[in-house]
């Protein structure tokens, strides 16, 4: 149980063009979502916590217009990445949460953003 | 503010042998959780072992076990018997209890490396 599905895991994109990265718990209630950000042999840099239903709480430093995340329903949140620039490029990764709070949160396989 | 600490950026295991991996933490909260995620070349995070603050009883999962010593907010990693398959970036995390749909705070990570 508790399977989270990402995708896509690899996408390739023209600067200036927006990419939509998709979250989804297949098997249980998400009541809250989070997007980390990951760059090669570093840790995982929390972006934003998004929360069913209500806008989508960004960490200092996070640009809440470059990075849209939409949290609709109890299984799916997404993360836009507007007007994309080659230093967006990274590896981002989703986690959800829910009932099975405390049992360590479930992450998506996460997606692979270059921009070139 | 929750702080983790890992300080080893890297280590190394001959197959077979054990390795311990350290995490140091930072709260002054009493109830809360500790994982460890392993992070492998695919990138997707699994987690590997969890501990609840309250418990006083080490975690262990099969050829995985850790050392809490909470007095001195300490969290260690130990695999034993290790495999070609453990090799992978390890991650410890904390957990404040009490908090619905808390965030994760990860430490920097370990690489470990595991030797034929």
């Known amino acids: 149980g508790a399977v989270v599905s990402q995708h896509p895991s690899r996408v390739i994109c023209k600067s200036g063009t927006s990419v939509k990265i998709e979250c989804r718990s297949l098997?249980?209630?998400?009541?809250?979502m989070f997007w980390y950000r990951q760059f090669p042999k570093q840790s995982l840099m929390l972006m934003a916590t998004?929360?069913?239903?209500?806008?989508?709480?960004?960490e200092q430093g996070v640009e809440k217009d470059k990075f849209l995340i939409n949290h609709a329903s109890l299984t799916l949140s997404t993360l836009t990445v507007t007007s994309a620039h080659p230093e967006d490029s990274s590896f981002y990764i989703c986690s959800a949460t829910g009932q099975l709070v405390n049992y360590g949160y479930t992450f998506g396989s996460g997606t692979r953003l270059t921009v070139v | 503010a929750q702080t983790v600490t890992q300080s080893q950026p890297e280590m190394s295991v001959q197959e077979a042998e054990t390795v311990t991996l350290s995490c140091t933490y930072d709260?002054?909260?009493?109830?809360?959780?500790l994982f460890w995620y392993k992070q492998p070349p695919s990138r997707q995070m699994i987690l590997v072992i969890r501990?609840?603050?309250?418990?006083?009883q080490n975690a262990t999962e099969n050829r995985f076990s850790v050392n809490f010593q909470k007095a001195a907010k300490s969290f260690s990693l130990k695999i034993s018997d290790s495999q070609l398959g453990d090799a992978a970036m390890y991650f410890c995390a904390y957990l404040a209890g009490g908090t619905s749909y808390g965030k994760l705070t990860f430490g920097q990570g370990t690489i470990l490396t595991v030797h034929p």
């Open positions: 998004s929360n069913e239903g209500s806008k989508a709480t960004y």
């Open positions: 501990q609840e603050a309250y418990k006083q």
């Open positions: 709260t002054s909260e009493s109830d809360y959780y």
């Open positions: 098997d249980f209630q998400a009541t809250t």
